[in-house]
Every structure is written in C-alpha cells, then in structure tokens.
C-alpha cells in the first residue's frame, strides 16, 4: 500500500547487500532475474506497486515465470491503517497513485481493492500501523538478514490486546492467563524485559507448560512450512498492555528455539507506551 513503508524497507534490502529496483513495470521482473543472473547477481529485491497503473496486473504473471525458472520468491505484503496511510501522506503532501481529483481515502479505498488477491497470497505481510521507521527496517532484517540458514525463521511479537492484534501474524497466542504483574507495586514501573518481573511471569507452572507447548507446536510445523516455501512465520504473543508477561514470554520462547536451531527475532511492539 502506498505510504506503509516501501521506500523504508527497500532502503534496508539495499543495506543488506541486495540489488534493489524501484518502481519496475512487473512484465519487466523475469528480464530483469535473467539478466542479473548473468552478471552473478543472485539476491534482487523488486519494489513494485500500483504506480505502474495498468501494468501492475501483470505482476502475478510475472511471479508465476519466476518460479517457473526456478527462482526463489517471497512476496512482502507492506499494509497500514486507513488513518495513518491519510496522515503520512498528508504529512509529505503527496497524491495517491488511484487518487486522482478525489479525497485521500478514495485513493486508499481503490488501492485495497486492487491489492486484494496480491496481499491474499503473499508470503509475509508486514502491518506497519504502529511501527516505526527504525521498526520497520528490523522487520526486514530480520526476514533478510541472513538468507544462508535453511531453518524457519522466527519472528516474535510481544503486544497488548488493548492496542490491537497484529494482523501481519501467522500466529497469535494470548498469555492473559499468567498472574499480572501489574498488581506487584513493586514490579508496575518496570517491563517484562527486567529480571525480577521475568522471573515472577516464568516461575509459575502455567508458564513454563506454555513455553513447553510452543517448541513442541513450532518444531512441529516448521517441516511443513518449508516444505510449501514459507520460510518465515510471525508468532504474535499478547497480553494487556504488552509491558509484562508477553515481553517475558517472548524473550524466554526465543530462548528456547534458537537453542532448537531456529533463527529467532524479537520485537515488543507496545513496550513504553501508556
């Protein structure tokens, strides 16, 4: 979608030693792979949105020849809020491509339609309604960073219900059902990422079976995710506020499953806000 963040992300894949091109017409995707191929370009990201206007359908076509060739291709999916797509775009005073002589949510309303079946069937979908810039590049080095591993990567997301569930996740777990250490006066100001508040969240039996059932469910799957080409998967774990026990829960399961091999990311989407 148009102000969720493209530029940003594309900017990162640049960092991290990929060829980038912006903006390229997507019947132009399959030249583009072969050519570079040849010079031993092997690593190419390709920012492609609906700029191109008529061309853009073209771009499932163009995935489809891609694998074809036997090229490897993760598509990202960047979405955010109807609201904050209106205030970035007013903040840089830019149009929407489909906007036209219309309102700014017109515009965002025709490109969501147009988008569909692309976000439907893309890899990782990436909602950047409450990340920030420097958010947004950890989520693409953490898909991207490091394409050698064959494991499934793991990318975690602490967060509290009361400010919504990340839509970007494959998976979402509420851990709601551990003692709050909210109530602990003495535990309120600090956040699951300090000792003494990891340690009252992990000691309990309820926790610690969690944790247990996690591995065993993402070992499990992991096989399978491979197995159909999806090599990322986002775990979303949430609680209140996402100050406490998600911010523990996260930092303890990454534990866990780098020690079972998994490349594990974690960001806690909601930690300092109110």
């Given at each position: 979608?148009?102000?969720a963040g493209?530029?940003?992300?594309?900017?990162?894949?640049?960092?991290?030693?990929w060829?980038?091109?912006?903006?390229?017409?997507?019947?132009?995707?399959?030249?583009?792979?072969?050519?570079?191929?040849?010079?031993?370009?092997?690593?190419?990201?390709?920012?492609?949105?609906?700029?191109?206007?008529e061309?853009?359908?073209?771009?499932?076509?163009?995935?489809?020849?891609l694998?074809?060739?036997?090229?490897?291709?993760?598509?990202?999916?960047l979405?955010?809020a109807?609201?904050?797509?209106?205030?970035?775009?007013?903040?840089?005073?830019?149009?929407?491509?489909?906007?036209?002589?219309?309102?700014?949510?017109?515009?965002i309303?025709?490109?969501?339609?147009?988008?569909?079946?692309?976000?439907?069937d893309?890899?990782?979908?990436v909602?950047?309604?409450?990340?920030?810039?420097?958010?947004?590049?950890?989520?693409?080095?953490?898909?991207?960073g490091?394409?050698?591993?064959d494991?499934?990567?793991?990318?975690?997301?602490?967060f509290?219900?009361?400010?919504?569930?990340?839509i970007?996740?494959?998976?979402?777990?509420?851990?709601?059902?551990?003692?709050?250490?909210?109530?602990?006066?003495?535990?309120?100001?600090?956040?699951?990422?300090?000792?003494?508040?990891?340690?009252?969240?992990?000691?309990?039996?309820a926790?610690?079976?969690?944790?247990?059932?996690?591995?065993?469910?993402?070992?499990?799957?992991?096989?399978?995710?491979?197995s159909?080409?999806?090599?990322?998967?986002?775990?979303?774990?949430?609680?209140?506020?996402?100050?406490?026990?998600?911010?523990?829960?996260?930092?303890?399961?990454?534990v866990?499953?780098?020690a079972?091999?998994?490349?594990?990311t974690?960001?806690?989407?909601?930690?300092?806000?109110?």
């Open positions: 979608m148009s102000g493209r530029r940003t992300a594309a900017h990162m894949m640049e960092d991290l030693g060829y980038v091109v912006d903006n390229l017409p997507p019947v132009m995707i399959p030249e583009l792979g072969a050519t570079l191929r040849g010079f031993g370009v092997t690593r190419i990201a390709v920012v492609a949105d609906v700029r191109s206007r061309q853009f359908e073209q771009l499932p076509d163009a995935i489809a020849r694998k074809a060739e036997g090229a490897t291709v993760t598509t990202v999916f979405e955010a109807d609201d904050v797509i209106v205030r970035r775009q007013e903040s840089n005073r830019r149009p929407l491509p489909l906007q036209g002589g219309d309102r700014l949510i017109e515009g309303e025709r490109e969501r339609r147009l988008l569909a079946d692309l976000r439907a893309a890899d990782i979908v909602d950047t309604t409450y990340l920030s810039a420097r958010q947004l590049t950890q989520r693409v080095a953490n898909h991207f490091d394409e050698a591993s494991a499934l990567k793991i990318a975690l997301i602490s509290g219900f009361k400010n919504g569930v990340p970007d996740a494959d998976m979402v777990f509420d851990v709601r059902f551990l003692p709050n250490p909210h109530w602990i006066p003495e535990l309120r100001p600090k956040s699951g990422l300090s000792k003494d508040v990891a340690q009252y969240v992990l000691k309990h039996d926790a610690q079976k969690f944790q247990d059932a996690m591995v065993n469910l993402l070992t499990g799957v992991a096989p399978g995710y491979l159909e080409g999806k090599r990322q998967v986002t775990v979303a774990i949430g609680c209140t506020g996402g100050k406490h026990r998600s911010t523990s829960m996260a930092e303890e399961l990454a866990r499953l780098r079972q091999g998994f490349p594990t974690v960001l806690h989407r909601d930690l300092g806000k109110e």
